[in-house]
């Protein structure tokens, strides 16, 4: 825990140009959670007190930020300058600020802190993080004078007329910085516009040159040093990402058997004893419980599964399927379905907005939708449930331990009463009292001496 907690600016407002996406740079998603969020976390992690974090008007991302973080509108100016600037009202003279990059999604809160810890022991008034682990091209690059003192940060964007030294040095700025207040105002008023953009990097020699001591941290942490600029650094970004995530769940119990193709969110949560086969990909506000089994090629998104449950080669969405139950494989669970405990949904059977109750079994090629199916029901193949009549949903309630033949369908409205059968091929458009045998088709006749009629009228 830092003490005291300073005030974290994250700096979100870039055009982000090179994305060359409608959607603001920070709010590209990782793993299923906008940039912008992982550093929020990065800073609350580290001990951050008020997170500030600057925005442009309109483009949306003020309104994408989590409960309890602020904003600053940056309405002039371009550039990390103009952003810090932008925030200047919530910058106090006297106490500290740290500066994050909402584009740095993969910065670990350990590092933040050990960058404000740094910071303050060395009670300097201004400490940049720095790495020399990555391939520095396109980063400003730390210059340092030959006492080891950093003396400017050269950006590499455009490499024409950069001298060779500086495309020679390796360390560079990550983007994440601690300041004393009053000194990083003053010095950033002073700082002239290069190229248009008013550079947060331009104080450097401005505070150098006024006496006022400058720190580096440095670390050898890769992934925490990457920002994002372009779709290319995004692809690297994830991998290392989903890297994190799958070696988190790993250490909690979870059995990976193919980890290089799982693809799994930020806020899923798995349970101890879990296998994921290959091909698994969980998304959103997933929950898997314990000793389940899930894949192979099996999709989850914000879906809840208890324990035991099995599901391989399957399709989930907002759904719940509980304790001991088995889905798939070739199953669609669509919104609302919710399958109880040890029941199964079987091979190309798709469920909506649909209970099944504990026990129950709807195992090949059938589609329940607005329906209920009571604890210890059998479903039988091909069975269909006519939920729409062209205007409206309607329900179907099958009670407890029924039978239904073959092929039934159900045009709902319709109830079938406990321990009730249908007949195979049946169209049940009426109630099926509690016990009876619903038969709801034509009698078979069979017209003798067919074939060879059929073959005496077709002629030799
Ligand atoms: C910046 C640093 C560079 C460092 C790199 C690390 C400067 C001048 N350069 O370069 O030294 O190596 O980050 O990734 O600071 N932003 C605003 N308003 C603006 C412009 C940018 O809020 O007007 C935000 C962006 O949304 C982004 C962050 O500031 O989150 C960094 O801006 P970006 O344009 O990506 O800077 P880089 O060129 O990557
Ligand atoms: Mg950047």
Redesign the pocket.
């Known amino acids: 825990m830092l003490d005291p907690k300073p005030t974290v600016l ?7 140009t090179r994305m060359r996406s409608a959607l603001p ?2 709010l590209h998603p990782v793993c299923g959670r906008a940039m912008v969020e992982w550093v929020i976390e990065a800073a609350r992690a580290g001990g951050a007190g008020r997170i500030v974090c ?1 925005t ?1 008007p309109g483009d949306g991302v003020a309104e994408a930020l989590p409960h309890g973080v602020e904003s600053a509108e ?1 309405q002039q ?7 810090v600037l932008a925030a200047r009202g919530h910058i106090e003279p006297g106490a500290g600020v740290m500066i994050l ?4 999604p993969l910065i670990r809160s350990e590092l933040v802190a050990a960058l404000w810890d740094a910071h303050r022991s060395a009670g300097a008034a201004a400490t940049l993080l720095t790495t020399s682990e990555l391939d520095p091209a ?3 690059r730390v210059m340092r004078a030959p006492g080891g003192q950093v003396e400017r ?1 050269v ?1 590499t ?1 455009r490499v024409d007329g950069v001298p060779r030294e500086v495309l020679a040095t390796r360390e ?4 994440a910085y601690a300041f004393r207040g009053d000194d990083l105002i003053e010095a950033l008023d002073a700082v002239s516009e290069t190229e248009g ?1 008013r ?4 104080v450097f020699p401005l505070l150098r040159e006024r006496g006022r001591p400058i720190a580096a941290h440095a670390t050898a942490d890769v992934s925490s040093a990457i ?3 372009t779709r290319l650094d995004l692809i690297q970004v994830e991998r290392h990402a989903q890297r994190r995530i799958v070696e988190r769940h790993a250490l909690a119990g979870v059995t990976f058997i193919s980890p290089q193709t799982a693809s799994i969110d930020a806020g899923v949560e798995i349970g101890a004893d879990t296998v994921l086969e290959p091909g698994v990909t969980l998304r959103g506000a997933t929950r898997v419980g314990g000793g389940c089994r899930v894949g192979p090629q099996t999709t989850l998104i914000d879906a809840t599964l208890g324990e035991r449950v099995v599901v391989p080669h399957s399709y989930l969405v907002e759904c719940a399927v509980r304790d001991g139950a088995s889905v798939g494989p070739f199953a669609y669970l669509r919104p609302g379905a919710d399958v109880g405990e040890r029941a199964k949904v079987g091979t190309f059977v798709e469920v909506k907005n649909s209970a099944i109750g504990a026990g129950a079994k709807v195992p090949h090629l059938s589609y329940i939708g607005d329906a209920e199916v009571g604890e210890g029901t059998n479903v039988g193949a091909g069975n269909i449930t006519a939920n729409y009549d062209g205007r409206m949903k309607h329900r179907t309630t099958l009670g407890k331990r029924v039978r239904t033949g073959v092929h039934t369908s159900f045009v709902a409205p319709v109830d079938v009463g406990d321990d009730a059968y249908t007949a195979a091929g049946s169209v049940i458009t009426g109630d099926v009292p509690a016990g009876a045998l619903g038969v709801a088709r034509n009698r078979q006749r069979n017209i003798e001496g067919y074939a060879k009629r059929a073959q005496e009228e077709s002629g030799p």
Do not use: C, H, P, W
């Open positions: 994250i700096m979100a407002a870039g055009r982000g740079k920070v600057v442009r940056q100016g371009e550039g990390t300058g103009a952003a990059s909402g584009d740095n396109g980063y400003g940060i950006e964007k560079i700025n990550i983007g953009e550079y947060l990097t331009g920002g994002v600029n």
